[in-house]
């Protein structure tokens, strides 16, 4: 099972800027679909965004759609989300998460993934 492991999580102010990564295996990295979630206390886990194996295809949720921005770095393993104009609804436990195939084309449930980090904490203060 790939290992994953997101950092870059904090406490911000609204309108303020964040930056998640999600360091993954060498081995399975570049193969697969790679999707961010987020869970609030006492909410269901929300697909926010999902990118294409390569990269090259990205879609968000509305919730954040013109604020957050998803990209990788197959050469680093690395997963990126670069988080903008926060709001306090955006506090949340962030994950990564390995999906199962190079292009999932939607953003599919949580069970559709193979792999997920242990989670970043973001706090956005009003």
């Known amino acids: 099972q790939a290992q994953l492991a997101e950092s870059g999580g904090g406490s911000v102010q609204t309108g303020g800027s964040l930056q998640l990564s999600c360091k993954g295996d060498?081995?399975?990295?570049?193969?697969?679909?790679m999707g961010w979630f987020r869970q609030a206390p006492g909410k269901d886990r929300e697909g926010i965004s999902v990118i294409s194996a390569q990269g090259g295809l990205q879609i968000y949720a509305d919730s954040v759609k013109g604020r957050f921005t998803v990209s990788r770095d197959n050469a680093k393993n690395t997963l990126y989300l670069q988080m903008d104009s926060l709001k306090p609804e955006d506090s949340a436990m962030y994950y990564c998460a390995q999906a199962r195939s190079k292009w999932p084309g939607a953003i599919v449930p949580a069970s559709w993934y193979r792999a997920w980090g242990q989670g970043t904490q973001v706090t956005v203060s009003s």
């Open positions: 060498a081995l399975t990295f570049a193969d697969y679909a």
